[in-house]
């Protein structure tokens, strides 16, 4: 694509991004924020992209002006920033807006090693086991940490009092590994999509939330709950858990409009750049769900900014 197709800013800008730690994929989807931006604005427009973690703390980043714009996942967390909610209680962040997301379908499953014999919740509970269960640290920014234990707790699962260990780590690749190995016996964690599950994924029993669980981490965060489809995981079948999807472009209502309008153009017509570093991989299995929709792409429970709603809303509808 030639430099002059699309939008122009004649202004040089300098706009600081907060990606993720380094090599995942926020910061993947920051470099071609950047690319494109850049090749779009004056001559001296600088774009730096922060290290982070993807999680509260790329929101706060955001709401308190420390970054023009950052990446978070998955999207419907961000939502109790908005009123300071949950983590971000006594912070609220209103005017936090949506320049797009980035679709990813994504669950937060949990699974028990088949040969402990438990199938459901309720077994857990009733059988009270002393056992390891890896997933992320639970230290008020990690999602993964904060959504496990609020999934453990609601259910009555009290690891640490039966007796047994939590292993917290920070990276999904951390915590596959202590199930790999056989240090662990349980693990609540996402990114289900990648290989290593189905490496483990037939040693474990998958358990469907409870439905009262899921209604209420929906009223009280509104986090929402989606089903994991049969099959998904080795002679698996379908079950019902947390929905963790979508990495969110964020960014405030003060971000000029004509940068906003920009970025949201970049999203959804430079959206090949982005597909094309994951046809590797089957759209089922892939980090990102290619092919990006961008009407989807404009779809968020955080409420758009002007400028890229302006974009969204001249695309056509089917």
Known sequence: MSQQEGPVIGRSLTLHLRGDWGTANLHRVCGWISQELTDRCGPFTRVAIWNGRGFSDSV??????????????????TTAALAGRGVFGGEPFPDLRALGVIPQRDRLVVGVRRSLGITSFAEWRERKPALTLATSVNDGINYVGLAAQEVLSRSGID???WGGQILGDERPPETLAHLRSGRADAIVHEAYMLPAWQEIGPD????????????GLWADYSWPASSVEAGHFPECPAFRTLDFSDFLVLTRADLADDVAYTIAWILGETRHLLEAQYQHLAPERSPVTYPLDPV???????????????YYDALPRA
């Open 60 to 77: 706060r980043a955001v709401g308190r002006g420390e970054v023009d714009i950052a990446m978070t996942t998955p999207v419907a967390f």
């Open 159 to 161: 690891v640490t009092g």
């Open 204 to 215: 474990l029993h998958f358990l469907e939330v409870e439905e009262d669980v899921l209604d």
């Open 296 to 310: 989807a792409m404009g779809v968020t429970p955080v409420p758009l900014h002007p400028g890229a709603r302006r």
